[in-house]
């Protein structure tokens, strides 16, 4: 663009994009043209997968899905915090419902969705990565107690599955009320199931591998690790 200057006569102008000056930041500037520009693709990608999420979830919140029954470890693990719940007059049904989350789906499932290489023998991209930590963002959402609040300046991964999240939610109320009306599992059962799994599964261990690891650990840490062992076998011989 051309304007009439006192000195030269004329003066040259260059006209740019708005998210193009210097003074705008470069995460500023990407977060704009991936939530105007590409937000159809991000759809169009959400729809392609949501099936697999959707099996994904109903296979975690299920208590007997496809034939596969719940693992007693589980029942037993939420007895025992509803037991704790109930001994120290906690009633509220929130506090219940988080500490079965972060027990859980929190510690370990989310775990294996963003991670999971950890479980098979891939190359997680980092294009499969940023995917997978979307769909590890809607899984801990839908176990949240709080509600899930949303506007305009909202990140896109988390309004991709804003209408999803409200069932997500009812599956995990139901997950944990299926399980707390199934029969308690005694003491004696979860040992018995416990002995059972070791022996269905001493052969898929390198016991000599697993000693290897235990015994670098301990040389590492042998200053710290010495005086806590004869603290615990003086406190068991008094």
């Known amino acids: 663009m051309i304007t009439p200057d006192l ?5 040259m102008w260059h006209l740019v994009k708005n998210h193009e000056h210097g003074d705008q930041k470069e995460g500023d500037r990407g977060s704009k043209m991936v939530s105007e520009i590409y937000l159809t693709r991000l759809l169009a990608t959400k729809g392609t997968l949501q099936k697999f999420v959707d099996d994904l979830f109903e296979t975690i919140f299920s208590t007997a899905h496809r034939g596969s029954a719940l693992p007693l470890a589980i029942k037993y693990m939420f007895d025992f915090l509803d037991e704790q ?32 290489q950890f479980v098979f023998d891939i190359h997680k991209s980092s294009i499969t990565d ?67 799994q070791s022996r269905m599964h001493m052969n898929e261990f390198n016991t000599m591998s697993a000693l290897s690891e235990i015994f670098s650990y301990v040389g590492k840490y042998s200053e710290e690790v010495s005086p806590a062992l004869l603290g615990a076998l003086l406190s068991v011989l008094h």
């Open 7 to 11: 000195e030269s006569g004329v003066k």
């Open 85 to 116: 719940a109930d001994k120290h007059g906690i009633h509220d049904p929130h506090v219940r419902h988080t500490w079965k989350s972060n027990c859980l789906p929190l510690r370990f499932w989310v775990n294996m969705i963003k991670n999971p």
């Open 130 to 196: 940023a995917c997978l930590s979307v769909v590890a963002q809607t899984f801990m959402d839908s176990c949240s107690t709080s509600e899930h609040r949303l506007g305009k300046d909202s990140p896109s991964n988390k309004l991709l599955y804003a209408k999803d999240i409200p069932s997500y939610k009812n599956w995990v109320e139901r997950y944990y009320s299926d399980i707390g009306k199934m029969p308690a599992i005694s003491d004696q059962d979860m040992n018995a199931y416990l002995a059972e």
